[in-house]
């Protein structure tokens, strides 16, 4: 009788290993761990991002009239915050941009991680840099006249991380449209967050604006996102205007996530 001798490595070969439990929220937890590791380890780079608000705080802020309702600062960081989140979100597309260039993108296209979920992973993590940077610009005017309210202020996260998320989607579906080209990115992404910032009223009250500004102003989402913030960070909560804010918000964000997976999911 003879004996059949199979070598150990062909066992091994042949062994099947189990997978890991998957699901879309396993996978998004999985993706925005991954996106956070590099902006937790270097939160330099976060501040870095807010050299252009901080200078807009120190060379614009001056120039504001004063207002008989208290510091003119009260009307102004809110608007500087919802900017902070503008800037900080439209931009992250480009980083997707540097990962389709080196082919790692590629690679999770072929991951077992769910596309929807690469798409939200990233969105999510839009929220963080926000919320930091919301507490250094608070940290940074709070001495100079500007009352800080809590209630206000936590509100008016919740609203401003919801438009920075739908934003960051946006982003992302930009840059994945756009694949390796970014001069295309960077030009659309040029053209239209300077027309959302200037028609919001964040630099300059609108309201003695002509007519065809102000219909502008009011199909723009972000105007409404600004005003609830300015409400809110007085100490106010007039419902119509919260309300206003937060389905501006909540809008961008469903539309933005709606748009970035269909995006993603037809990437190649």
């Known amino acids: 009788m003879t004996t059949l001798t199979v070598p150990t490595a062909q066992v091994r ?26 902006k937790l380890r270097q939160p330099a780079s976060m501040l870095f991002a807010m050299m252009q608000p901080l200078v807009f705080l120190g060379l614009f802020a001056p120039l504001l009239p004063a207002v008989e309702s208290g510091s003119a600062l009260q009307w102004f960081v809110p608007g500087i915050v919802v900017m902070t989140a503008l800037m900080g979100a439209s931009m992250t597309g480009a ?27 990233r ?12 507490v250094v610009i608070l940290a940074v005017v709070t ?5 800080l309210h809590l209630g206000g202020v ?6 401003v991380s919801l438009f920075a998320i739908g934003l960051g989607a946006l982003s992302f579906a930009l840059a994945t449209a756009a694949k390796e080209q970014d001069w295309v990115f960077w030009t659309v992404q040029q053209m239209l ?5 200037l028609l919001s009223g964040v630099l300059l009250p609108l309201d003695g604006a002509p007519g065809w500004l102000r219909f502008l102003s009011d199909i723009n989402p972000m105007t409404y996102v600004v005003e609830a913030e300015r409400a809110l960070f007085a100490g106010q909560f007039p419902a ?19 748009v970035g997976v269909r995006t993603m999911e037809r990437s190649s």
Not at 18 to 33: A, E, K, Q, Y
Not at 123 to 134: D, G, I, M, N, S
Not at 143 to 147: A, E, L, R, T
Not at 240 to 245: A, E, F, K, L, N
């Open 13 to 38: 070969s042949t062994t099947r290993v189990p997978s890991r439990p998957t699901g879309f929220l396993t996978d998004t937890w999985t993706v925005l761990l991954r996106e956070l590791t590099p």
């Open 95 to 121: 980083d997707l941009t540097a990962e389709i260039r080196s082919g790692s993108h590629e690679r999770l296209l072929v991951s077992p991680l769910s596309r929807p979920s690469l798409l939200v992973g």
């Open 123 to 134: 969105a999510l993590k839009e929220v963080v840099p926000v919320l930091f940077q919301t």
């Open 143 to 147: 001495p100079f006249s500007f009352d």
């Open 154 to 159: 936590l509100v008016g996260a919740v609203i």
């Open 193 to 197: 967050i300077f027309p959302l910032l």
């Open 240 to 258: 119509d205007v919260v309300i206003s804010g937060f389905v501006a918000a909540a809008a961008v964000a469903v539309g933005g996530v709606l």
